[in-house]
């Protein structure tokens, strides 16, 4: 375990700058103030025994197994709350303290079974090490007194009620009691690095008892399962069932989560190519050590027995699949590629990257349609989700990025939150940013939703705007207008950072009537006082911090939030150093990487537009061929132009358009289309119902590269397992441009991280040497930036000066009528991703098996429904069937469903209506109407259908 | 692309930069579609205006000039 097991310090560091220095045992140690004795020792490579004790939460001193002595102090105090003092002179072991360390281990040893050697957490357990630690041989208080460990007392047979039966509710880990020490680390983590309060110490004394809510099992607790406690535990009472099955790791790879934008970074702990757990990796800079439900726990996916490990081809998408050879699939599709281009024209053929897979691979996508294809029809699901922050933010700043680290949040004194909800979307930032919220910053939540973080244990926020959807424009220009109204901008800022004309020009828009919370609150629904209340705060509360997410992206205006997002902050003089700025959260986990990698028709790695001639020459050097000046067809005109008949085949790497894009209907219809459509990926996925091949993905686990998270974060991915299908989908990319007839070589990812830094400025530095030694890197790292940038725009903006851009409000053309009355708007929850094709396949779905429809009670009872009623959502684009939910998170006139199961596919609904700039569709309002239904609607039943025949695979003939 | 779709997202870019400062509207419109739209849904555009100009937002007629017509038929 010992190469297995990361180092713990006792207690956190501290921050301070003013060092003391101290002897531990003989050991000269100089340390930050305010470092614990024990952290301090620990350093100097004195281990004092401990069990209460964890670096992930604050001292706590309670098991008085820390003691030590300390010359000219009287006592044995306890090292883990006794901070360091200049010239401190420490013993860690003394005969005095022997004794009493035995004294306390034969305690908790007396109440507790000796099971050791079947025991889960056998080899990876603390009250054992230190058992072995302070010499226990004996226990002279025998085990049959009052005891928690039997079921029934040894001498009577009684029932002992102090004993209590495993909880082995949660999917991924059993709560023993009757091994628990009551050292509360499980309780504090839960506090304090996870923010959910779901654990308690019930009763006390002897009685005391470690509780998931009131005294309830952890799967019906508060409890989100993030393993926090888990990894706090020092025994086996909280421990992981994958533990429990195989045993300990032997050996463990620093990798990074393959889920949300939050890009944490996790120690894959194996026991040769199986994964025995994921536990957070205490020096990654993005998670510092904490985890959410889905990337601790929900990775079984990768050895689910759905995953497709043949390449499979067929002529008619109504044939049943076929499995071939890597060879024949590749060649087929090569030809295929190649006959419709003959055909129809070198502009007819595409392809998607995959905000899932390495940037290496992303890169190797794009390349292949520009140098293969010989076009630019190339696009990423970014498209759907933060292109309008691409647009947005290059507009006003010149770089289409977030400005801070994640670290930034523990200096920010106000947050907005807008159209984000990061304790469901992006878990471990939410606990990031709740710790700071419980410290006293004031938090800003503009939603239609009553979101977690508008109130919940120790969190409540100081204002909720709860705005009606698609109105974010019309809210935030009228926040602007509180700020110059009011006088609250910063003259200072404006005028040495952005331009002062540009500014008087945007002030005046806003300072206009019609642009007052007054006048805007009639059709926003958010009150006036309250608007300037946050408005006021936001200007003048300290660092002000921006976070927002797909609420203002997804809509027809999301561009325009975006921009208006960046007036705000640059109007307050938000920017450009730690504790402020303006933070996209990214959905997926490599959608920045995607974006950054040239992964949209009009633009080249670097975010350069492909019109550049000096950029295009940097690449035609380097791939030998000649590039296409015109930006190609985005996702969505992709799919217009197949109607049409100009666009014909398609290679979609780890990406289902079918599901994830809005308007089913028009999706499905495009891509009938189509003559060849390649889907790589690890299922037979919804679009692979319109496939004519299909190439076998690999997992995360299975392969070599980089992510780059929503804070501009570069982590090393790093392969644990052979890819079970063969091949790393970089070689399968790779592959198809040699079927293509392309000169490629690459043998190792790196060499494609090489080719990436050498054509793209901001990537000049990136090596995997460097991520190796340094952990990770955030760009732009290059010679100006040889460690990277974690805050950006420090002494002026990319662009130069800082732009502000008028945002006049333009209401969506999708309103609410008589036909349907109601707003829907969509989102995420914790326990599922995305389109759900990996956590469904993992025991995550216990905790959400169904999309469910929230709707509020008085627009409930007008239609006669019921909670856990079937209804029918109807837009003019569809209709689909799923149960209600009846709750008041949720305004009257608005209702709200997630989108990670295909068989309610709330995208059936969505209409096509997008953001004018970038075409990022409108998934956030979408006028419907709700109605009980008696079972699924006409065309989920033929989706069903549809789907189940074409997912159908030939048997093969047996070999002879 | 159906006309109808290729108007509404031409009057949308307009409908952007109606509200922007008067001397950069029409350049605004001209360089988003420059910049954004493919050859063929330039083409499109062409097409419809060259024939009427009907349902389109003033300023997308007057940022025409400034968008550029694709090269022929690839």
Redesign the interface.
């Known amino acids: 375990m010992s190469n297995v097991r990361q180092k713990d310090f006792g207690t956190p560091a501290s921050r301070e700058d003013e060092t003391v220095t101290l002897t531990v045992d003989g050991r000269q140690i100089t340390v930050p103030a305010g470092t614990s004795v024990m952290r301090a020792s620990a350093e100097a490579g004195v281990g004092i025994p401990k069990l209460c004790a964890t670096d992930m939460v604050d001292a706590f001193g309670s098991c008085r197994l820390c003691l030590v002595e300390i010359d000219g102090r009287r006592g044995t105090p306890a090292s883990c709350t006794t901070p360091v003092a200049d010239g401190m002179v420490v013993h860690t072991q003394t005969e005095r303290l022997k004794k009493l360390r035995k004294g306390v281990m034969e305690l908790y040893i007396s109440d507790h079974p000796l099971d050791c050697l079947t025991c889960g957490a056998n080899g990876d357990c603390e009250l054992q090490d230190m058992a072995g630690a302070v010499g226990l041989r004996d226990v002279r208080y025998g085990y049959n007194g009052e005891n928690h460990v039997f079921a029934r007392t040894s001498t009577s047979g009684e029932t002992n009620p102090r004993y209590m039966p495993k909880d082995e509710s949660n999917p991924y880990f059993t709560y023993d009691p009757s091994k628990c020490i009551v050292c509360s680390r499980c309780v504090r983590a839960c506090e304090e690095v996870q923010g959910t309060f779901a654990l308690t110490i019930e009763s006390r004394g002897f009685e005391s008892r470690v509780s998931a809510g009131m005294h309830e099992d952890f799967l019906t607790s508060e409890c989100v399962s993030c393993g926090a406690c888990v990894q706090a535990c020092p025994t086996a009472t909280l421990q992981e069932k994958s533990v429990i099955e195989i045993g300990t790791p032997e050996h463990a790879v620093v990798t990074t989560c393959a889920y949300c934008g939050v890009g944490c970074s996790f120690q894959a702990e194996m026991r040769g190519e199986e994964v025995v757990r994921m536990v957070p990796w205490k020096d990654g800079k993005a998670n510092r050590g904490h985890s959410c439900v889905k990337g601790r726990f929900a990775w079984g996916y990768a050895t689910h027995k759905d995953r497709i490990l043949n390449p499979m081809i067929r002529e008619k998408t109504s044939d049943p699949w076929r499995e071939v050879s890597w060879e024949e699939a590749l060649e087929y599709t090569a030809k295929e590629f190649r006959r419709i281009q003959h055909q129809y024209?070198?502009?007819s053929i595409g392809g998607i990257t995959s905000s899932r897979c390495t940037n290496e691979e992303t890169f190797l996508v794009q390349k292949l349609v520009r140098a293969g294809f010989r076009n630019?029809?190339v696009d990423t699901c970014a498209r759907v989700c933060h292109s309008p922050t691409g647009y947005g933010l290059g507009k006003a700043f010149g770089t289409s990025a977030g400005t801070q680290d994640f670290d930034s949040v523990e200096h920010t004194d106000v947050v907005i939150v807008i159209g984000a909800n990061p304790t469901d979307g992006h878990p471990v930032f939410g606990s990031r940013l709740k710790k700071r919220l419980r410290q006293g910053a004031r938090l800003i939540v503009i939603d239609p939703r009553r979101t977690d973080l508008v109130k919940s244990p120790h969190i409540k926020a100081a204002h909720h705007l709860a705005l009606k959807p698609g109105t974010n424009v019309a809210v935030l220009t009228a926040i602007g207008h509180t700020i110059v109204d009011e006088g609250l901008f910063d003259e200072a800022f404006i005028r040495e950072r952005c331009d002062w004309s540009e500014f008087e020009?945007w002030a005046s828009?806003v300072s206009e009537e019609r642009h007052s919370p007054e006048a805007t609150e009639s059709y926003t629904g958010v009150p006036a006082s309250e608007l300037r209340a946050a408005a006021r705060l936001f200007a003048q509360g300290g660092n002000g911090a921006i976070y927002y997410g797909l609420g203002v992206t997804e809509h027809?205006q999301g561009?325009?939030a975006v921009m208006a997002l960046a007036n705000l902050a640059m109007a307050t003089g938000n920017i450009g150093r730690p504790g402020v700025g303006v933070n996209p959260l990214r959905g997926q986990n490599n959608v920045q990487g995607s974006c950054d990698m040239g992964s949209f028709?009009?633009e080249l790695p670097g975010y350069r537009?492909i019109?550049g001639g000096e950029t295009r020459e940097i690449f035609e050097k380097l791939w030998g061929v000649e590039l296409d000046h015109?930006?190609?067809?985005?996702i969505p005109?992709m799919l217009?132009?197949a109607v049409?008949g100009?666009f014909r085949g398609i290679y979609i790497q780890g990406e289902d358009i079918l599901q994830s894009d809005p308007d089913t209907h028009h999706v499905a219809a495009g891509l009938d289309a189509m003559e060849c459509v390649v889907v790589h990926d690890l299922f037979l996925n919804e679009t692979a119902n319109y496939a004519h091949v299909f190439l076998p993905g690999s997992t995360f686990l299975e392969k070599d590269g980089t992510f780059t998270n929503a804070e501009r974060r570069i982590n090393r991915v790093r392969k644990v397992m052979t890819p079970k299908n063969g091949y790393a989908d970089w070689e399968v990319t790779l592959k198809l441009a040699q079927a293509l007839g392309l000169d490629w070589n690459y043998s190792h990812p790196k060499e494609i991280m090489a080719e990436i830094a050498a054509t793209t400025p901001s990537f000049a530095n990136v090596t995997y040497e460097y991520l190796d030694k340094a952990g990770s890197v955030q760009w732009p790292c290059n010679e100006a930036h040889p460690e990277g940038s974690p805050i950006m725009h420090v002494d002026g903006f990319v662009r130069g000066k800082g732009k502000f851009?008028?945002?006049?409000y333009?209401a969506t053309d999708e309103k609410t009528g008589p036909r349907f009355p109601l707003l829907l708007t969509t989102g995420r929850i914790l326990s599922q991703y995305n389109v759900g094709a990996q956590t469904r396949r993992t025991a995550n779905s216990v905790w959400h098996a169904e999309d469910r429809l929230e709707i509020h009670p008085h627009d409930a009872e007008q239609r006669g429904i019921v909670d856990g009623d079937l209804i029918r959502l109807a837009s003019r684009s569809g209709e689909t069937s799923l149960r209600a939910k009846i709750t008041d998170r949720v305004s009257p006139g608005v209702v709200y469903t997630t989108f990670h199961h295909p068989d309610t596919q709330a995208n059936v609904v969505t209409t096509?209506y997008s953001d004018?700039?970038?075409?990022c569709p409108e998934y956030k309002v979408t006028a419907v109407q709700v109605s009980p239904a008696n079972g699924p609607t006409g065309w989920q039943r033929d989706y069903d259908e549809q789907a189940r025949q074409s997912r159908r695979i030939e048997a093969v003939e047996p070999a002879e | 692309m159906s006309p109808d779709k290729l108007t509404y997202m031409a009057n949308q870019i307009a409908k952007f930069f109606h509200s922007q400062p008067e001397n950069e509207a029409a350049a605004g419109v001209a360089e988003h579609i420059n910049k954004f739209w493919e050859p063929r849904m330039r083409r499109q555009l062409f097409e419809m205006t060259d024939a009427s100009g009907e349902g389109f937002d003033p300023l997308v007629i007057s940022a025409l000039g400034e968008i550029r017509r694709p090269e022929a038929q690839q």
Do not use: Q
């Open positions: 024209g070198r502009t630019n029809n020009d828009f027809s561009s325009t028709p009009h537009h019109s015109e930006p190609g067809l985005r005109n217009d132009a049409e100009t851009i008028r945002t006049e333009v096509d004018w700039a970038t075409n």
